[in-house]
């Protein structure tokens, strides 16, 4: 801010002194140079600071409203429309998607109460994002269910993260209502072979995750092939 500024005076003083010289005789512009100068970078100076102000709230308005529309407000976490757009504009490259579920959340919303239950969310994402590499994409796709894209994985690699992602969720619990509560998640895995091809590879780990949810919940499921028939989760 304090540095526009005083570009901007300078460019204003050196303006007027331009603009003097050309206007003023010689005699006239050596004798005013001094107090001229002055009153320009006095005139310029708070007026430079105020635009300088005005487009600092501006950016951080744009940045904030930026934030708003590809972050879900609860948790933090990439809106689903901001997660495809980001995974659309990856490099080539072996990759995973982790289609994760909170086990029972019905059962925490209807014990602790609809806000515990959004602070069980909140905790829950941070645990996600705390587990899981800085480049790693992770997004909420709605209620309790959250995407996650891994970099660089192949098939193995990508259960043995979701293994741990799982053991992890299991083995700290939440704080609801000063109680402690362990949450734990359903995993569906699928590899994602090309980037065009992300809806399909949702599907296969959501099929993937509704065996997980069959098989007794808090584990790990991986689809079987590319072409695994879709199903709802339940």
């Known amino acids: 801010m304090t540095l526009f500024a005083l570009v901007i005076t300078a460019l204003a003083v050196l303006g007027s002194l331009g603009l003097r010289a050309l206007l003023q005789p010689g005699d006239v512009f050596e004798r005013t140079v001094l107090s001229g100068s002055a009153v320009a970078a006095m005139l310029a100076a708070p007026i430079a600071y105020y635009i300088g102000l005005q487009m600092l709230d501006a950016h951080r308005l744009t940045q904030a409203l930026e934030h708003a529309v590809n972050h879900d407000s609860l948790t933090g976490a990439s809106t689903r429309a901001s997660f495809k757009a980001q995974v659309a504009q990856l490099p080539p490259g072996p990759k995973a998607v982790l289609l994760v579920d909170i086990d029972h959340f019905k059962a925490v919303n209807d014990?602790?109460?609809?806000?515990?239950?959004?602070?069980?969310?909140?905790?829950?994402?941070?645990?996600?994002?705390?587990?899981?590499?800085?480049?790693?994409?992770?997004?909420?796709?709605?209620?309790?269910?959250?995407?996650?894209?891994?970099?660089?994985?192949?098939?193995?690699a990508a259960r043995a993260a979701a293994e741990r992602l799982c053991a992890k969720l299991r083995e700290a619990p939440i704080n609801l209502n000063g109680q402690a509560h362990r949450l734990t998640a359903s995993f569906g895995v699928a590899v994602l072979t090309d980037t065009a091809r992300l809806d399909e590879a949702l599907v296969r780990a959501d099929t993937a995750l509704y065996r997980a949810k069959n098989d007794g919940r808090d584990r790990v499921c991986v689809a079987e092939s590319e072409t695994s028939p879709y199903r709802a989760v339940s």
């Open 111 to 156: 014990r602790f109460g609809h806000q515990a239950g959004d602070t069980a969310l909140c905790q829950f994402a941070m645990r996600l994002r705390r587990n899981c590499r800085e480049d790693d994409l992770i997004a909420r796709f709605g209620g309790e269910e959250f995407v996650v894209l891994l970099h660089d994985v192949e098939l193995d």
